[in-house]
């Protein structure tokens, strides 16, 4: 095992830049740490001031307080999972294109065609998301992976 001497270290030569790049790195290090900071801050404050926008928009979605019309979820959509047709991993990475190309969560991939032109909501049925609840809103053109999401469309 090779061990370094107090005099090599010593005589270690090591670049210092000048008193001018010096304070320049130091003002750009505390600058990223204002921003680290404000982000910090931000994401404090959105996390009370999400559920507090959607409360007030939706009201209480137990207690229905705005008095919106009820309906089972199968009235609102319609199962579009027929329609999907599966790409394997490797046949997607010789037809790498702009379509994006959904899994259990969320974008996997970019395909060069589409299958599907229209919005959507895609909702994972497995993968990594078992015992939880993943879902995607999309417009546009998209394709999805087989086994994975369910497209759901109204």
């Known amino acids: 095992m090779?061990?370094?001497?107090k005099g090599s270290f010593k005589r270690t030569e090591i670049p210092v830049p000048p008193l001018a790049e010096q304070g320049r790195i130091v003002k750009l290090l505390d600058e990223a740490d204002e921003l680290?900071?404000?982000?910090?801050?931000?994401?404090?404050?959105?996390?009370?001031?999400?559920?507090?926008?959607?409360?007030?928009?939706?009201?209480?979605?137990?207690?229905?307080?705005?008095?919106?019309?009820?309906?089972?979820?199968?009235?609102l959509v319609s199962n579009?999972?027929?329609?999907?047709?599966?790409?394997?991993?490797?046949?997607?990475?010789?037809r790498?294109?702009?379509y994006p190309y959904y899994g259990a969560s969320g974008i996997i991939d970019y395909v060069d065609e589409f299958i599907f032109d229209e919005t959507a909501l895609l909702i994972?049925?497995?993968?990594?998301?078992?015992?939880?609840f993943h879902a995607d809103c999309v417009h546009g053109e998209w394709q999805v992976l087989g086994e994975q999401p369910r497209a759901c469309c109204n």
């Open 2 to 5: 090779k061990h370094i001497t």
């Open 36 to 75: 680290r900071k404000l982000r910090a801050q931000a994401d404090i404050r959105s996390a009370d001031l999400i559920p507090a926008l959607f409360h007030e928009m939706f009201g209480d979605p137990v207690r229905n307080e705005k008095g919106w019309s009820v309906k089972p979820f199968g009235e």
């Open 80 to 94: 579009q999972d027929g329609r999907r047709k599966p790409v394997k991993a490797s046949d997607r990475a010789e």
């Open 96 to 98: 790498n294109g702009e």
């Open 124 to 132: 994972a049925e497995d993968g990594e998301f078992v015992g939880a």
